[in-house]
């Protein structure tokens, strides 16, 4: 059974950087679409980007376009989202969610698996 782990979130300073890690032990990510989506307090859960199975494509909601990359590292069994430039907007709880394919979902329906998520917070 596919269990996701996140990583990789945490305080940082608006304009700063991180690097959210999405793992898996027990499955081989690249076979799945990788989907990164947050959720504000307060606020609806909204898609960020996705990447198709084995990276062959990538998506990324407006908002985040020029700062956001999001990639795999097959080696490692990981999908990562490169977060640059953050500001406040940005901070959230962030989840990765993973569906069987080669293609990303429209929306969040179409993913079958989520993990529990990483808290990210952007403040001066």
């Known amino acids: 059974q596919l269990q996701l782990v996140e990583s990789g979130g945490g305080l940082v300073q608006p304009g700063g950087s991180l690097r959210l890690s999405c793992t898996a032990s027990e499955s081989t990510l690249h076979y799945y679409a990788i989907g990164w989506f947050r959720q504000a307090p307060g606020k609806e859960r909204e898609g960020v980007s996705c990447?198709?199975?084995?990276?062959?494509?990538?998506n990324y909601a407006d908002s985040v376009k020029g700062r956001f990359t999001i990639s795999r590292d097959i080696a490692r069994n990981a999908v990562y989202l490169q977060m640059n430039r953050l500001k406040p907007e940005d901070a959230a709880v962030y989840y990765c969610?993973?569906?069987?394919?080669?293609?990303?979902?429209?929306?969040?329906?179409?993913?079958?698996?989520w993990g529990q998520g990483t808290l990210v917070t952007v403040s001066s």
């Open positions: 969610a993973a569906v069987y394919g080669s293609t990303c979902p429209i929306t969040s329906n179409g993913f079958d698996t």
């Open positions: 990447i198709g199975s084995r990276g062959g494509s990538t």
